[in-house]
């Protein structure tokens, strides 16, 4: 007598591997939009972490006296993170500091797509404004681009479009 068990009935397996030839390339795609995505928040942090740093040396830095010494001072922290001059920019407005730094790192998914998807390039920056506070100390904070300066002069000119009568 014959004890062996059909398990799978009378059902016939099929394993083939075409399925797997569709995961591959599919998985690619993912592979690199997920590295895009994390090269992406590593510039940015690292701009970021820079940026702070170079604007708390500026700001702690005795004997600058204006913003002329201040530039060829942050030049020259910042030749030590390899950022060149045209990529950042040290500007006074009004009561504070502006520091803003600019950097690129090369998309995967741009290159394959040779730009069409993403652009091959891709920029990331910090911006941070820096002052002294009632004690002679720095007090740093991110710059959040608001447009504060753009809504006020709008608000102003409000009062002239009410004034505009069109018979």
Not at 103 to 117: A, H, N, P, Q
Not at 128 to 153: C, P, Q, R
């Amino acid at each position: 007598m014959n004890m062996s068990v059909d398990v799978y009935g009378k059902r016939k397996m099929y394993s083939s591997g075409t399925i797997f030839l569709l995961f591959i390339p599919i998985g690619a795609i993912i592979l690199f939009y997920l590295y895009d995505f994390c090269a992406n928040f590593y510039k940015q942090k690292q701009v970021e972490k820079t940026t702070y740093s170079v604007m708390s040396d500026v700001l702690n830095r005795e004997g600058l006296e204006g913003l002329e010494e201040m530039k060829i001072y942050a030049k020259k922290v910042f030749e030590e993170y390899d950022i060149t001059e045209d990529d950042f920019s040290l500007t006074q407005v009004d009561d504070y500091y502006l520091l803003t730094v600019y950097d690129s790192y090369i998309s995967v998914v741009g290159e394959l797509s040779f730009g069409f998807l993403r652009n091959k390039e891709v920029m990331v920056h910090a911006s941070y404004k820096g002052y002294y506070n009632e004690y002679k100390e720095a007090v740093i904070e991110k710059f959040e681009d608001s447009n504060d300066e753009l809504s006020d002069f709008n608000d102003n000119d409000e009062s002239e479009d009410e004034e505009i009568i069109i018979n």
